[in-house]
């Protein structure tokens, strides 16, 4: 076996793939410039050695192979380093499409938002199946303690980013996954800093609907404008269609208005009623279209719905990391306003007229660009209040997206400031959710021990 260095080994797709090499037997180190929980806390249990920062000698010389993530760019003294020493590199998703995905049925988790969710469910339902599947999740599930591992069975369900691939090759990662079946959630405009605009990300999901085969299956999102519009551009693959409209393939019939339960219908015929720990109608379809995916790799729906009440989901997914004071802390990995607003919808429905405090830290590269200040007050608006963390560097002024807020709202520059605005803004009884799809400084517990210690 080889050694391999990974660049950017603490990102949620590469501590994955630094996963599944050590799996694999390869000798595995890394480093990277932001390192935090979930991942910095699998990559230290699986024994990895992790270099902080990117410098001119963080690669050995001898290193057979540096696998790059796709934060790194041309200028970046490790990649200037490996690139004039002729050393072989290569990137992560080319790795795992040459070294794990061969002879295996791998199912792709596409959309905007809600991929590590549904990768996450629909690898719960196959192993609730005996199929025992490969995964690579964008995150650390709960019911796996890993985000990765190779698997014994023929399936391997991976979480398939539309983002590009790394600085050498500027396709989506998901073009190199070639699918057996592909789900495709939703699709809405995002990663401002890469595409200009919603038809050039249509562009790259057809890219991926262009790779699976005719025998295998496209599980769609039947309520999205622009999938139908992905699958108008052409389509050689048997298509299933999941909703709420009762005329798709797929139909989700709620029970509970939160999303906590619901029946499931394939074809009009019900199936079966799941009732589970997870909230809200993006999670239903989340759900729905993990049924219908491991439907169509042999799995009978109603054999395994029961095994979701027993589903955990995802670290920093709506986590409940803590309660004091009568006050609910969780942590969420939030990077777009639909997911906000559709989280918060779910939060509502299951605690009714309780207060919603709402701490966010703008840091995805759309956010940071302002691609989604117009849309923030209106995801927000179930919020009873908000302490945005707008640092210096923001590209856009918090000033508008305040005064659109319909509860009360603040911006502040740090995180200390944040924790006490906080402080002074909670009441008992009141659900604090902690939304960043980055570290936060730590900002969800350092809240609840500072709960704890008043």
Not at 95 to 100: A, D, G, I, K, Y
Not at 299 to 305: H, L
Not at 315 to 336: L, N, P, Q, S
Request: aromatic share 8%.
């Amino acid at each position: 076996m080889s050694t391999i260095h990974i660049l950017g080994i603490a990102g949620t797709f590469m501590g994955g793939v630094a996963a599944l090499a050590r799996e694999l037997g390869h000798t595995v180190r890394g480093s990277d410039q932001a390192i935090y929980p979930p991942m910095s806390t699998q990559l230290e249990q699986l024994g990895i050695a992790l270099a902080p920062g990117y410098r001119a000698d963080s690669v050995a010389r001898d290193c057979d192979e540096v696998v790059v993530g796709n934060a790194l760019s041309r200028g970046n003294p490790a990649v200037e380093a490996v690139l004039d020493a002729g050393q072989r590199y290569i990137s992560g998703a080319q790795w795992l499409s040459e070294q794990v995905l061969p002879g295996r049925d791998t199912l792709a988790v596409a959309g905007t938002h809600g991929k590590t969710t549904t990768t996450t469910i629909l690898t719960w339902l196959l192993q609730a199946a005996g199929r025992e599947p490969g995964f690579l999740i964008g995150g650390v599930a709960e019911d796996f303690g890993v985000s990765a591992r190779v698997g014994q069975g023929r399936e391997f369900v991976v979480e398939a980013d539309e983002y590009d691939t790394a600085f050498f090759d500027k396709r989506s990662k998901f073009v190199h996954y070639r699918p057996l079946v592909a789900i495709l959630n939703n699709l809405e405009y995002d990663h401002a800093d890469i595409f200009p605009d919603v038809a050039a990300i249509q562009r790259q999901f057809h890219h991926l609907v262009r790779t699976v085969p005719a025998r295998g299956r496209l599980i769609v999102n039947g309520e999205d404008t622009y999938l139908s519009e992905v699958l108008a551009m052409g389509c050689w693959t048997p298509v299933e269609r999941f909703g709420f409209d009762p005329g798709l393939e797929w139909h989700a019939e709620l029970v509970n208005a939160d999303g906590s339960a619901f029946i499931v219908h394939h074809r009009g015929v019900a199936l079966g009623e799941v009732r589970w720990s997870l909230l809200g109608r993006h999670n239903v379809l989340n759900g729905l279209a993990a049924l219908a995916a491991a439907h169509a790799v042999g799995v009978a729906p109603a054999s395994v719905i029961p095994a979701l009440a027993r589903f955990r989901s995802v670290k920093r997914r709506m986590e409940v990391i803590g309660r004091a004071d009568d006050i609910t802390v969780y942590d969420d990995f939030a990077h777009h306003p639909t997911a906000i607003r559709t989280t918060l919808e779910g939060l509502r429905a299951k605690i009714g007229q309780r207060r919603i405090v709402v701490a966010m830290e703008p840091r995805s590269n759309s956010m940071r660009l302002g691609a989604h200040a117009d849309a923030l007050a209106p995801s927000l608006a179930l919020a009873d209040a908000v302490v945005f963390l707008h640092r210096p560097e923001l590209a856009w002024d918090a000033a508008s997206v305040i005064a659109a807020m319909r509860g009360d709202a603040h911006a502040v520059p740090d995180t200390d400031a944040l924790l006490a605005r906080l402080g002074a803004t909670v009441q008992p009884g009141d659900h604090v959710v902690f939304m960043s799809n980055g570290g936060f400084d730590g900002a969800p517990r350092r809240f609840l021990a500072q709960l704890q210690a008043r």
